[in-house]
């Protein structure tokens, strides 16, 4: 893709967050080989996402077993290990895009290989923090 589509896509696109869920257990089990084959397919289609002007990071995550979870109330900091919700799925890795509207970002995140053992949510990114409220 010429460097003047590149900057037209961005013009015409929206930025969308595809968070990738996936349960550590299922992705344990698979055998050596069932693991290299969903390994390639993800990164065979990240270099697809790459080559169309879509992909612009993704980047997977350490097991949910070194998360820490922060939260600060009436000036106290408690850390708890871990995620905060208590669910099998937990945020494996994420990837942001370029898509021209939810639809599409939708297409883009039903081809990544992990959605068949888990889910992808697809949220749009905001364009700046609003000056009324943080959601309408």
Do not use: H
């Amino acid at each position: 893709m010429t460097e003047k589509c590149m900057a037209e896509k961005k013009e015409e696109t929206m930025k969308y967050l595809c968070m990738a869920y996936e349960e550590e257990s299922k992705l344990n089990a698979l055998s050596k080989s069932e693991w290299e084959v969903l390994r390639t397919e993800t990164l065979t289609y990240v270099d697809e996402l790459k080559k169309g002007g879509y992909l612009i990071i993704a980047e997977p995550l350490q097991s949910v077993r070194t998360a820490a979870t922060v939260r600060v109330r009436s000036g106290k900091v408690a850390i708890t290990d871990g995620p905060f919700a208590e669910t099998k799925e937990t945020l494996g890795g994420f990837f942001l895009i370029n898509a021209k509207d939810l639809s599409e970002a939708i297409q883009v995140a039903a081809k990544w290989p992990s959605a068949r053992l888990g889910s992808i949510e697809v949220r749009p990114i905001e364009d700046g923090l609003k000056e009324d409220k943080r959601y309408a």
